[in-house]
């Protein structure tokens, strides 16, 4: 009986070991995701003529947003399923369930080149680090075609992130949150670049990080 028992208190002591350290990597990744930036606002023209919305249409189909956002950008469950949990990037438009509406173009600068989101917390897997460098020419015919999307409805559940994400946050194995290494060089040097040294600056970016 007495083996039964060293059993059970290593066992106890084993679980209460977990749940200790699952409670700390709870607390430090809450701390990070909670965390605040501060980013100074930038004003954005917006158009509706049709070459600006073709050419944000055009760079959201190429940069990447559509396979986050899903087709129209309204919105798509970027994983679903253990050990990671639920991921959802938002659906962008003013349909029913989209965040459209609230969506200005500062905001929308704020979010694609900070990777911040109105309210100042840091964007879960927005690559932001690769889009720092987009010229005003272009972060400007983004921003147009969002505040042009088609509305959409589709009301997504919210995102919920199991153990192992939080994990790999904590540890660094996961870059979940850009805005953390984010440098705001960039505003120096993106309004002279060319389109072409734009894409090429991004570019090179996304194949070093």
Not at 2 to 26: E, H, N, P
Not at 96 to 105: I, N, Y
Not at 151 to 172: D, E, H, K, M, Y
Request: charged fraction near 15%.
């Amino acid at each position: 009986m007495r083996w039964l028992k060293r059993i059970g208190y290593a066992a106890g002591a084993l679980i209460g070991i977990v749940i200790v350290a699952f409670g700390a990597v709870y607390a430090m990744s809450e701390i990070r995701f909670r965390r605040t930036y501060v980013v100074p606002g930038e004003n954005v023209a917006v158009s509706d003529d049709s070459a600006t919305l073709a050419r944000g249409a055009h760079l959201a189909a190429t940069v990447g947003s559509a396979d986050c956002h899903g087709e129209g950008l309204c919105g798509n469950a970027m994983f679903d399923r253990p050990p990671m949990g639920r991921m959802v990037a938002l659906n962008l438009t003013r349909g029913e369930g989209g965040v459209g509406a609230q969506l200005t173009p500062a905001l929308i600068e704020r979010a694609v080149r900070h990777g911040v989101s109105p309210s100042g917390q840091a964007l879960r897997i927005m690559p932001s680090i690769d889009y720092q460098y987009m010229s005003d020419a272009d972060l400007s015919a983004v921003a147009s075609y969002v505040q042009h999307l088609t509305p959409v409805n589709n009301v997504l559940a919210p995102s919920r992130l199991l153990p192992l994400p939080r994990v790999l946050l904590v540890t660094g194995a996961l870059p979940f949150l850009p805005a953390e290494r984010m440098r705001d060089a960039g505003a120096a040097v993106r309004n002279s670049l060319t389109t072409v040294e734009s894409a090429q600056r991004i570019f090179s970016i996304a194949h070093v990080q």
